[in-house]
């Protein structure tokens, strides 16, 4: 139904256009007004708001209500989105990206408890393997990014992505095994089961996620962020900045438990990397 209203927002009749973007300007009322409201509004007949109903592959007014009703609930902000604001030059869009990366990580900095902080590096830094577990686009991010940090430290490490991988790997875990799992909403399924399996053959387990989460319940140590949504489902979430300043942290809280053995490794990354001609000291290792 959403496609059909986008497509008679422009395509349509001048009646149709204006009813599409009276549904597009706001849905909730649409879906509780009654139709000689919407025809008043709209500055049309009933019989054309009826026919929009059914142009739109809707039995009837009644109808349609009731399926907006439905697309608001399970969809809302996502069907009906607050565009970002353009300029002739894009600045607006650069600094809707930059305000809300800025905001996630002042917000998770602030948040951070840097006493649990250093626990989990403590249980990282000693643990004899350390596996990952995240799914999803900013979940799975973190967790191969958090390989990418830790294997640097000559630390045993590898992410897992998949559901079913997770859950093999956890049930093998020990007490020399710490587990990471890193999820921004805290309800992956397969995160949060592997955690639970982890956690019951001894293995150490560390969360990032939001501290009010069903992840969170099942670890021993909670490394919490929580990001608000801001309804621009067009624009990536910055969910990403504020999971990546937790792992960017942990990172280096690790790098200072284990003192200066972590040198001689990043030595060796650089010296090899050299023969790729990627030995200038001005660039990050590895990266």
């Known amino acids: 139904m959403v496609a059909n209203l986008r497509r008679l927002a422009v395509e349509g009749s001048p009646a149709e256009k204006r009813l599409a973007s009276l549904v597009f300007e706001d849905a909730e009322a649409v879906s509780l007004a009654p139709i000689q ?18 142009a739109i592959e809707c039995d009837g007014v009644r109808d349609f209500k009731l399926r907006l009703a439905q697309i608001i609930a399970i969809g809302g902000f996502t069907m009906f989105p607050t565009p970002t604001r353009r300029s002739p030059d894009d600045e607006q869009i650069i600094t809707s990206v930059r305000d809300a990366a800025t905001a996630a990580i002042e917000r998770t900095a602030a948040a951070l408890d ?22 999803g686009g900013v979940s799975s991010l973190g967790a191969v990014e958090l390989q990418n940090r830790l294997f640097r430290f000559a630390i045993p490490v590898t992410a897992h992505t998949d559901g079913q991988m997770q859950r ?7 007490e020399t095994t710490v587990a990471v799992s890193l999820s921004a909403s805290g309800s992956a399924n397969s995160v949060v089961e592997a955690t639970r399996i982890a956690r019951l053959y001894g293995a150490t387990t560390i969360a990032i996620t939001d501290p009010a989460s069903a992840l969170a319940r099942e670890a021993e140590i909670v490394l919490g962020f929580s990001v608000p949504g801001d309804g621009q489902v067009i624009k990536p979430s910055p969910a990403r900045y504020a ?42 290792i590895g990266d």
Not at 114 to 135: K, P
Not at 259 to 269: C, K
Request: include cysteine.
């Open 243 to 284: 999971l990546l300043t937790v792992v960017d942290v942990l990172a280096t809280s690790v790098a200072e438990a284990m003192g200066p053995q972590v040198l001689e490794g990043l030595r060796r990354i650089r010296k090899s990397l050299s023969a790729l001609g990627m030995s200038n000291s001005d660039r990050p």
């Open 168 to 174: 093999m790997v956890a049930a093998v875990a020990g």
């Open 114 to 135: 840097m006493c649990r902080v250093a626990e989990a590096a403590q249980a990282i830094a000693s643990a004899r393997q350390v596996v990952t577990f995240g799914s």
């Open 37 to 54: 409201e919407l025809a008043a509004r709209a500055g049309v007949s009933e019989p054309t708001v009826t026919r929009f109903c059914r």
